[in-house]
T-cell receptor
Framework: DARVTQTPRHKVTEMGQEVTMRCQPI?????VFWYRQTMMQGLELLAY????????DSGMPKDRFSAEMPDATLATLKIQPSEPRDSAVYFC???????????????FGDGTRLSIL | KQEVTQIPAALSVPEGENLVLNCSFT??????LQWFRQDPGKGLTSLLL?????REQTSGRLNASLDKSSGRSTLYIAASQPGDSATYLC????????????FGKGTKLTVNP
């Protein structure tokens, strides 16, 4: 089965350090999503891309977070500088979306568990 | 702003019992509703997707229903098994909300042998 792959699976670092999380979407999927999951807020959408172009990053703190898709096989989410409140599980998901059709399920990776000390 | 609520937050049942998980949403103008399963330390697995024009979807022992007008969905699990133990999340895509999934906080299900 095709899968969304995320690295690293776990990351512990000190406040102020740069954190980079990577995602390999399923081959052929044209849409990539970044979510954050915390106990308090649940799952929240941070940003998403269609055909590598950013469509919406309104859920992301702009001053410290950045998301990119250097190519169709790689999406990255960076935090600089990191803060303890960024501790969460970050999920990447990919899907195949055609204009006017939003009825395909998203496929999720296993997440990056981030702890900022 | 779309809000999704799942009640109860946790549920514990004996093996073999049929059970229902509930999901409600505030804005009935949705494209679809999805049910996901999340195992500890894992990502989400899509279980069922119901389009706004549909009333229900079935997969094996799972049946999901949708009442869009009342903003409600249920996930019915028949003859529950210990392997069904997981957190079940409901999510909707709202019309005009592009492809954004809005999630509930989930129901943690424990099926006891």
């Amino acid at each position: 089965d095709a899968r969304v792959t995320q690295t690293p699976r776990h990351k512990v670092t000190e406040m102020g350090q740069e954190v980079t999380m990577r995602c390999q979407p399923i081959l052929g999927h044209n849409t990539v999503f970044w979510y954050r999951q915390t106990m308090m807020q649940g799952l929240e959408l941070l940003a998403y891309f269609r055909n590598r172009a950013p469509l919406d990053d309104s859920g992301m703190p702009k001053d410290r977070f950045s998301a990119e898709m250097p190519d169709a096989t790689l999406a990255t989410l960076k935090i600089q500088p990191s803060e303890p409140r960024d501790s969460a599980v970050y999920f990447c998901a990919s899907g195949l979306v055609y204009s006017g059709t939003v009825n395909q399920p998203q496929h999720f990776g296993d997440g990056t568990r981030l702890s900022i000390l | 702003k779309q809000e999704v609520t799942q009640i109860p937050a946790a549920l514990s049942v004996p093996e073999g019992e049929n059970l229902v998980l509930n999901c409600s949403f505030t804005d009935s103008a949705i494209y679809n509703l999805q049910w996901f399963r999340q195992d500890p330390g894992k990502g989400l697995t899509s279980l069922l997707l119901i389009q706004s024009s549909q009333r229900e979807q079935t997969s094996g022992r799972l049946n999901a229903s949708l009442d869009k007008s009342s903003g409600r969905s249920t996930l019915y699990i028949a003859a529950s098994q210990p392997g069904d133990s997981a957190t079940y999340l409901c999510a909707v895509i709202t019309q005009g909300g592009s492809e954004k999934l809005v999630f509930g906080k989930g129901t943690k299900l424990t099926v006891n042998p």
